[in-house]
């Protein structure tokens, strides 16, 4: 038996969507790029790149854009996961948190290979992935909530709280400066 969901009926079967899987496939391939880029040392600056550095050090000057590409496909595919759901917010939140518990997880994991035990940055700043998982469920309460936009207000404020406090005391989160 199928219960209410107060805050987004499902949604019909919908058509492919082209245009976000080609979105999608252009922030990937710049991504694999920008990484690439970090681990191909040295290169040269983007006026004297040749035809095959170009791509790499061309991606390094746009990176901030492609975060920002990551982070606006992972909250359009939030609201298409939740509008498409025919589970209820609370059962849908719960499935988002496991996947974002096991994807921090993994940055847990990633951070000891690399850089092995350093408490308490292993949990509090484990590196970007981390930061993706806690940002991804962060919007996902935002989401299910009764009042979406006091929650951004909080999530914001909050985060501006420990930015500024991260700033004035001069301290570096491993993640956060990735």
Known sequence: MRK?????????????LPGLNVYRALAVILMILAHAARVQQPLPPLSAAGIFDWPFAASLVIEPIISALFLFIAGFSLVLSLGASRETPAEWLRRLGSRMATL???????????????????????????IIAAGVFSCGVMLVSPRP??????????????????????????????
């Open 104 to 130: 921090y997880g993994i940055s847990v994991l990633f951070f000891l290979a690399d850089r092995g035990v350093q408490w308490p940055d292993l949990l509090v700043s484990s590196g970007v992935l981390g």
């Open 4 to 16: 209410p969901n107060a805050v987004a009926q499902p949604a019909p079967a919908t058509a492919p």
């Open 149 to 178: 936009p006091q929650v951004l207000v909080a999530l914001t404020l909050a985060a501006l709280g420990i930015t500024f406090v991260l700033d004035s005391n001069r301290w570096s989160l491993t993640g956060l400066n990735a």
